[in-house]
């Protein structure tokens, strides 16, 4: 049964937390001060685009979404949320990674999914909401 109060987040949101883009930093920090959860998989995603792309030092990156912890709940990923995440890529055409995050979401039992990338308001399994923090911001 999923939280109606809980919620996860997506790699580019809790990228958008260190962005420079401040309107977009400052709901990507809303959103973590409600201690969403993340799964490995995010802070993996985070770690390989501030090294690789943001051309961070490791140890800033180690620094900086270790800090980050303290904002969010790992969701731990198994066997069966890749099962699930296969089965959901065939059901609702997302990319692998997506349908990862989506089984990570869905496995901690959280009613709200926050991605940009994915599609807005599209509801998954009938009890996971995927919702774009920044879609007002495009109107």
């Known amino acids: ?14 990228l958008y937390a260190l962005d420079i883009d401040i309107t977009k930093r400052d709901i990507a920090w809303t959103l973590l001060f409600g201690m969403p959860c993340i799964s490995l998989q995010v802070l993996n995603e985070c770690s390989n685009v501030l090294n690789r792309k943001r051309q961070w030092p490791a140890e800033e990156v180690a620094k900086t979404l270790g800090h980050l912890l303290a904002f969010v709940q790992v969701e731990p990923s198994d066997v069966a949320t ?4 296969w089965r959901l890529q065939t059901r609702y055409r997302y990319s692998y990674y997506d349908s990862l995050i989506i089984s990570a979401a869905l496995a901690a039992g959280c009613s709200s999914l926050y991605s940009e990338d994915m599609q807005h308001g599209q509801v998954i399994e009938g009890r996971l909401t995927i919702i774009n923090p920044f879609s007002e911001l495009t109107l």
């Open 82 to 85: 890749v099962r699930s995440a």
């Open 1 to 14: 049964m999923p939280d109606a109060n809980k919620a996860f987040l997506d790699s580019n949101i809790v």
